[in-house]
């Protein structure tokens, strides 16, 4: 169902699905937020297991593979005027943006992480638009920035985060504000890349965007595993980059089935659910639920990473979630 929901139908298109396969969007909606915080934690092993750089081209490359099968067999494949404006968001977002990600997994873990880049891309991408396209910002969008930058702040206490070294808090939050960055400022450039494709006759589905902007993102993760790979055999410090730290070893099949996690539940199933959600849901009835990512995660993080937050780190993620919410609302 999941895929049928994201497919381009030929003669309807994803906004306008068949009826015989319509869901509720907010089931898909739900869903979305389910895959994505789950993936998060899956893609904290992986990091550990293969390192950071190595554990991203993977993931790129295989959601790459998957998502050509269905742009070409039932999307648009490499259609559409918009095309390389999606490839500049892939650029953006999955590969500079997942870098951030995959970086700040490995340092902050998972719930912060998520915490960040969930809750801190809306205002980011609220004030690129601003910028670059003369969005105007109203004083309620703006008390709701502020409202999740001081969630943030008070939920990354370092006193209240003993699972996060002292020396990684600084470089992990720096990684974590470029994740948020690459997925506001993203999502920003492909509202551009569906307009060209609009006006130049092409309505694209999510699927076909999916798929040209994860192009953009291989690229980058390619060069960057490229670069640390001619780096770390002259470079002690650039070879640590990158160097696998399990906790324990993790048998192949095992690996496998991280690494398909990690795929299926991100860029490719993850990716389906919400846009079959914003097929026929506003996205300001969508993108609230899936701002509860950081909550959902929680005991996920707790139960595979230890990692149990104090009452004040909850209470700054509850207000970042809350204004994250409400950002979403008065932008409907």
């Known amino acids: 169902m999941v895929a049928l929901a994201l497919l381009r139908w030929r003669g309807h298109g994803i906004e306008n699905p ?6 509720p969007p907010m ?11 789950t993936s998060s934690v899956a893609a904290r092993r992986l990091v550990e297991a293969l390192g950071t750089l ?3 081209l993977v993931r790129l490359a295989l959601a790459a593979v998957l998502l050509a099968v269905l742009a070409f067999t039932v999307g648009r494949g490499l259609e559409g005027a918009g095309i390389w404006w999606f490839a500049a968001s892939g650029v953006i977002g999955f590969g500079l943006g997942d870098l951030g990600l995959y970086f700040a997994l490995s340092t902050l873990g998972s719930r912060l992480t998520v915490l960040m880049t969930q809750t801190l891309a809306a205002p980011i991408g609220a004030l690129v638009e601003w910028l670059w396209l003369g969005t105007s910002l109203a004083p309620a969008e703006l008390a709701c920035g502020a409202g999740v930058l001081g969630g943030v702040a008070l939920a990354l206490v370092p006193s209240d985060n003993p699972h996060v070294a002292p020396g990684n808090l600084r470089r992990g939050l720096a990684w974590g504000l470029l994740a948020a ?6 999502a920003v450039v492909s509202r551009r890349a569906f307009e060209l494709s609009a006006a130049g006759g092409l309505r694209v589905d999510g699927l076909t965007a999916a798929f040209q902007r994860i192009l953009g993102g291989l690229v980058v993760g390619l060069l960057a ?3 640390w790979r001619a780096r770390a055999g002259k ?4 070879g640590a980059l990158d160097a696998p730290r399990p906790r324990a070893p993790i048998p192949a099949g095992r690996l496998a089935a991280l ?7 991100g860029p490719v199933v993850g990716v389906a659910c919400y846009q079959a959600a914003l097929s026929s849901a506003p996205s300001g009835v969508v993108l609230p639920i899936v701002a509860l990512c950081p909550v959902v995660i929680i005991p996920f993080s707790a139960r595979f990473e230890g990692d149990r937050p104090a009452l004040r780190s909850l209470v700054g993620a509850a207000l970042a979630v809350a204004s994250a919410i409400a950002l979403a609302t008065v932008r409907r």
């Open 259 to 265: 690494i398909l996690a990690v795929v299926l539940l």
């Open 181 to 186: 960055s690459g997925q506001g400022v993203g």
């Open 225 to 227: 595993w490229l670069l």
């Open 235 to 238: 470079d002690a410090a650039a």
């Open 18 to 23: 068949p009826a015989c396969y319509a869901s």
């Open 54 to 56: 190595t554990a991203n």
């Open 27 to 37: 089931l898909f909606a739900f869903l979305t937020t389910l895959c994505w915080s």
